[in-house]
T-cell receptor, first 115, second 115 residues
Framework: KAGVTQTPRYLIKTRGQQVTLSCSPI?????VSWYQQTPGQGLQFLFE???????NKGNFPGRFSGRQFSNSRSEMNVSTLELGDSALYLC??????????????FGSGTRLTVV | AQSVAQPEDQVNVAEGNPLTVKCTYS??????LFWYVQYPNRGLQFLLK??????LVKGSYGFEAEFNKSQTSFHLKKPSALVSDSALYFC?????????????FGKGTMLLVSP
């Protein structure tokens, strides 16, 4: 079956602009999580969505937001981009539900460069 | 709160030698533990997980990990390293007893296998 699909793979934006990244999870997976990966900070948790509801949120400013649609596809948005937002943004999907012993399946990520 | 420590930024090993990548964790309850690998410009790939049962877990590509509850460790091992094992390795934990907790990742360990 198809894996986790993230689009676009690469983005270059200018400081002050906004950006929307998309993630399509594995069919049947209802949980989608987003992580920011930078060389200095490693993998930082942004937020998790389950059945269109934000279930967990990391310690990021309000410029970072997300949503999940009824088909489990998710988008994240970053407004007023800063140079420090340059990173690899990873989406991960999981079946979830009551049991939480599943790991994640990751997409290949979106490489965002802010200039 | 849950956390993961990977004490080594980089591990160097010669091809054919055994390798160990270290991971220690902290959770308030019982842990679910995972190892992921990341190749350049790619997302994370699942290697193995510990849920319950045997302390020695076998995973993909000949990797295994040993769960040690008293030392709160989950070190990744392989008996004979390959040059193709060179990549970035992440350990992750989630608390079994804390409801819908997310996966928390360590900062990663770069494994370099020399020919």
């Amino acid at each position: 079956k198809a894996g986790v699909t993230q689009t676009p793979r690469y983005l270059i934006k200018t400081r002050g602009q906004q950006v929307t990244l998309s993630c399509s999870p594995i069919s049947g997976h209802r949980s989608v999580s987003w992580y920011q990966q930078t060389p200095g900070q490693g993998l930082q948790f942004l937020f998790e969505y389950f059945s269109e509801t934000q279930r967990n949120k990391g310690n990021f400013p309000g410029r970072f937001s997300g949503r999940q649609f009824s088909n489990s596809r998710s988008e994240m948005n970053v407004s007023t981009l800063e140079l420090g937002d340059s990173a690899l943004y990873l989406c991960a999907s999981s079946p979830e539900g009551v049991r939480i012993n599943y790991g994640y399946t990751f997409g290949s990520g979106t490489r965002l460069t802010v200039v | 709160a849950q956390s993961v420590a990977q004490p080594e930024d980089q591990v160097n090993v010669a091809e054919g030698n055994p390798l160990t990548v270290k991971c220690t964790y902290s959770v308030s309850g019982n842990p679910y533990l995972f190892w992921y690998v990341q190749y350049p410009n790619r997302g994370l790939q699942f290697l193995l997980k510990y849920i319950t049962g045997d302390n020695l877990v076998k995973g993909s590509y000949g990797f295994e990990a040993e769960f040690n509850k008293s030392q709160t460790s989950f070190h990744l091992k392989k008996p004979s390293a390959l040059v193709s094992d060179s990549a970035l390795y992440f350990c992750a934990v989630r608390d079994m007893n804390s409801g819908y907790s997310t996966l928390t990742f360590g900062k990663g360990t770069m494994l370099l296998v020399s020919p």
